[in-house]
C-alpha cells in the first residue's frame, strides 16, 4: 500500500508489536470489532501482521461499498480462505463472471422452485428433530451442523444417495477449525507440515471429491433426474448467451451450496436456541405458535404465513448474530470512500454484526427483542444486511435460508423445550471463523409432553488430543 490509503485513518486500539490485531481478532473478534468503531471514525485500521485492512465503521458507507462491486469486488483474506473450500463458486467468484453465473443460476431460486426446495429441506429437519430423546444433551454446535447439512441435502439435492453426510459433517467441521485458525495468522503457517495442516487440507480434498463423484454419478444416471439444485446445475439456462458451465464450475457450485446453507443455518441456529432458552416468555410464544398452526404436523412452507412470530425471532437473530458477521472487499482501483483516497489493492472489512449493533440505528441494539420486527421491515435498508446487500447479495438468503430457519425453530417448538445447563458458561463466546458460531454451548431438552427437572450439570469430557484429533458423528 502506497501512503494514500493510511492518511487520516487511524488505527483500531492496542495494536501489538509483529503481529498488530491478529491475536485479539483471533481470541475475541466481536470485543474488537466493538472497540475500533466506539472512536467515532467511519473507516478505522486494522493491522493483521505486516498488512493492513480498512473497517467499515459506518452503515451508509458499507451500503455504498456493496452496491459498488466494479470498485470493491470480491477479494481480501476471508474470500481467499473461502475460496479454498468452494473455488469459483457463485459465492466467491470475481466480478467478471459473477453476472453471467447469477443468471444462470437466478430461475433456480425463483419462487416456485424455492418452495419444493423448502418441502423436501423440511422432511431431513424432521428427521433429526425427531430423533431426539427427552432429556438428551445437545452439543448445539454439532447438532445444528446436522440438521442444516441434511435440510440442505434433502432441500437442493433430494437426500442424494451418494452424498455419505457422515463424511461431508465430518470434513466440514474440520475445515470450519482449519478456517478459524487461518484467519489471523501468518500464510506461511499454513504451509507447515503439522497434523492440523494435514487434516484441513485431507478434509477439502475428501469433501469436494465426495461432491465430484455425487455430480459424476448424476450426470451418468439413466434414471428420471429428480428435479432439484443438481439438475438445474447440471441444465443450465443458456438464453443469455452463456456457455453452459463445465464440470468444475458445477462442482465449485454444488459445493458452495451445500456449504453455505448448512454453515448459515447451523450458525443462525445455535444461537436463536441459545437465545429461546434464556427467554422463557419467547418460549412460551414460539410453542403456542408452533401448536396452533401446526396442529402435529411436520412444519412446511405451507406454514410460513401463520408463522409470524417464529419469523420475528429468526429476524432478530439474524440481526444480533448474522452469520457472516465479517467480510472482505478489495478495491479494484483508485478510489475516494468517506472522504479518505485509497489505493487499487486496497482490503476493505465490513460487519453485519457491527451495523447491526449500532445504537443510532436500534433502540438497545444489545436487547434481545423479537417484537422491533413487527412490521419484518427495517428501517433504513442500510440498517440489515444480514445476506449482504447490493448485486452480491446471497441468492438464497431471504427465500432459502430464512424460511428454512422458520421451518426449524417452528419445528423444535413444537416438539421440545430447550434449556440452559447449568455448568455452562456465560456469556457465551465466538472465535474468528468464517461464521459466526456460539463456542461451548450445550442445552439439555425435554419433551414437551413429559416435562421434568432440567437442572443437568455438563457432562465431563476429556479434552481432544493429539492422538484423538478428530470426532465421529452418525447422522
Known amino acids: 500500500m502506497t ?24 481470541r475475541d473478534p466481536l470485543r474488537l470489532l466493538q472497540q475500533a468503531s466506539r472512536s467515532g471514525d467511519n473507516l478505522v485500521r486494522l493491522r493483521i501482521g505486516s498488512k493492513d485492512m480498512l473497517l467499515i465503521c459506518d452503515a451508509q458507507l458499507t451500503w455504498e461499498v456493496l452496491h459498488n462491486d466494479t470498485v470493491y469486488d470480491k477479494g481480501g483474506p476471508l474470500i481467499e480462505l473461502v475460496r479454498e473450500l468452494v473455488g469459483d463458486g457463485l459465492a466467491t467468484c470475481p466480478r467478471t463472471r459473477h453476472r453471467a453465473y447469477r443468471r444462470q443460476l437466478q430461475p433456480v431460486f425463483a419462487p416456485d422452485h424455492a418452495y419444493d426446495y423448502l418441502a423436501k429441506a423440511s422432511v431431513g429437519i424432521q428427521h433429526v428433530v425427531s430423533n431426539w430423546r427427552h432429556g438428551q444433551i445437545l452439543d448445539i454446535p454439532v447438532e445444528m451442523r ?31 477449525v482449519g478456517f478459524a485458525q487461518r484467519v489471523a495468522r501468518p500464510p506461511l503457517l499454513d504451509h507447515l507440515p503439522t497434523p492440523s495442516n494435514h487434516r484441513y487440507t ?27 439444485l443438481l439438475a438445474a446445475l447440471l441444465s443450465t439456462d443458456t438464453s443469455h448467451g452463456s456457455a453452459p458451465l463445465n464440470d468444475r464450475q458445477i462442482l465449485d457450485h454444488a459445493v458452495t451450496f451445500i456449504t453455505a446453507p448448512t454453515a448459515t443455518v447451523a450458525s443462525v441456529m445455535g444461537w436463536a436456541l441459545h437465545l429461546v432458552a434464556t427467554h422463557p416468555h419467547v418460549a412460551e410464544r414460539l410453542a ?14 405451507e406454514h410460513l404465513p401463520q408463522l409470524t412470530f417464529t419469523a420475528q425471532v429468526i429476524t432478530e437473530v439474524l440481526r444480533l448474530y448474522p452469520s457472516v458477521w465479517l467480510m472482505t472487499r478489495i478495491a479494484t482501483a483508485d478510489t475516494y470512500l468517506g472522504g479518505h483516497l485509497l489505493d487499487a489493492g486496497t482490503v476493505l472489512a465490513y460487519s453485519p454484526y457491527l451495523i447491526h449493533r ?11 427483542e423479537p417484537g422491533r420486527w413487527t412490521s419484518l421491515t427495517p428501517t433504513p435498508r442500510h440498517a440489515y444486511i444480514p445476506y449482504g446487500a447490493g448485486p452480491r447479495q446471497c441468492i438464497a438468503g431471504q427465500s432459502f435460508a430464512t424460511n428454512q430457519m422458520i421451518i426449524c425453530l417452528a419445528s423444535v417448538a413444537q416438539a421440545w423445550n430447550v434449556h440452559p445447563i447449568a455448568a455452562a458458561a456465560l456469556p457465551l463466546r465466538s472465535r474468528a471463523a468464517a461464521n459466526l458460531t456460539p463456542r461451548g454451548l ?6 414437551q409432553s413429559h416435562p421434568m427437572e432440567h437442572t443437568a450439570q455438563l457432562p465431563n469430557r476429556p479434552r481432544p488430543t493429539a492422538q484423538h484429533p478428530r470426532r465421529t458423528w452418525h447422522i
Do not use: K, M, W
Not at 202 to 228: G, I, K, N, W, Y
Not at 288 to 301: R, V
Open 146 to 176: 446436522r440438521l442444516a447439512l441434511h435440510a440442505a441435502v434433502h432441500g437442493l439435492f433430494s437426500a442424494e444417495p451418494t452424498l455419505d453426510l457422515d463424511s461431508i459433517a465430518q470434513d466440514l467441521t474440520t475445515i470450519l
Open 3 to 26: 501512503a494514500h490509503t493510511s492518511i487520516g485513518i487511524p488505527y483500531a486500539p492496542q495494536p501489538r508489536p509483529l503481529v498488530g490485531h491478529a491475536l485479539r481478532l483471533r
Open 202 to 228: 485431507a478434509a477439502l480434498a475428501r469433501f469436494r471429491d465426495t461432491v465430484a463423484r455425487t455430480v459424476r454419478a448424476r450426470r451418468q444416471s439413466h434414471h428420471e433426474a429428480p428435479d432439484d
Open 288 to 301: 403456542a405458535e408452533a401448536h396452533a398452526n401446526l396442529q402435529g404436523n411436520a412444519a412446511g412452507p
Open 358 to 368: 449500532n445504537p443510532d440505528l436500534y433502540p438497545d441494539p444489545h436487547r434481545f
Open 442 to 447: 450445550h442445552l439439555q431438552l425435554t419433551s
